[in-house]
């Protein structure tokens, strides 16, 4: 097939055009810095999963907690081992309990921002991003049409921040007791409503 004068082959170009770089920029960011905070507060369970198996020797622990390939897996298996550590009226279930319904809470909004597909267009402003009707399933769609993504994704940061430090504190508590480490008082969530048990002041 003859190509067409009015339009000759081209290579693809390597950089985005400059109308929406600045867009992409603050969007990539945005996620970068989201995905970090994650994996930050996963790490932070690893810990407590190792303490609640045996609070004098982590390794067994974190061993198991390798082992498992995903994320939700680990979580999964904390909340299997919390059962059998504490019962569901004690303030520890409660606040570990909670750390797990967040952390389901939060990853919806971290794989939305890992993996959505997103389209540019011209808005008030500008260029910007919207969800690409074409590359994201309708209950993706559903979920983040109409989203200032920027300040969800910042959100979300600053709670797997909160979740990292709350799980820490948790941690402590139980890995050294003769210092007398008390329950940390939960954190305010900005981008998520998670209702379990009651919050403790």
């Known amino acids: 097939m003859k190509s067409n004068p009015a339009h000759p082959p081209q290579k693809p170009k390597r950089r985005t055009?400059?109308?929406w770089r600045g867009p992409i920029r603050k969007y990539?960011?945005?996620i970068g810095e989201l995905v970090w905070a994650a994996n930050q507060a996963q790490a932070s369970l690893a810990d407590l999963f190792s303490v609640l198996v045996d609070p004098k020797d982590l390794d067994p622990g974190l061993a198991i907690w390798l082992s498992i390939a995903s994320d939700k897996g680990q979580v999964g298996a904390l909340q299997a081992l919390l059962k059998t550590r504490a019962?569901?009226?004690t303030r520890l279930y409660r606040s570990i309990n909670w750390v797990i319904a967040v952390v389901g809470k939060l990853a919806e909004i971290r794989n939305d921002a890992a993996h959505m597909a997103t389209a540019p267009t011209i808005g008030p402003a500008g260029g910007m991003l919207i969800p690409n009707?074409?590359?994201?399933p309708a209950s993706r769609l559903q979920r983040r049409s109409n989203t200032d993504f920027l300040k969800l994704f910042s959100q979300a940061k600053g709670d797997y921040v909160q979740v990292q430090r709350y799980v820490h504190d948790i941690f402590c508590h139980l890995a050294y007791p003769?210092?007398?480490y008390p329950l940390p008082l939960?954190?305010?969530l900005l981008s998520v409503v998670v209702l379990v048990g009651k919050r403790k002041k």
């Open 17 to 19: 055009p400059s109308v």
């Open 186 to 188: 939960r954190p305010k």
């Open 28 to 30: 990539a960011v945005a």
């Open 178 to 180: 003769d210092q007398h």
């Open 133 to 136: 009707p074409i590359g994201n």
């Open 87 to 89: 019962a569901p009226t």
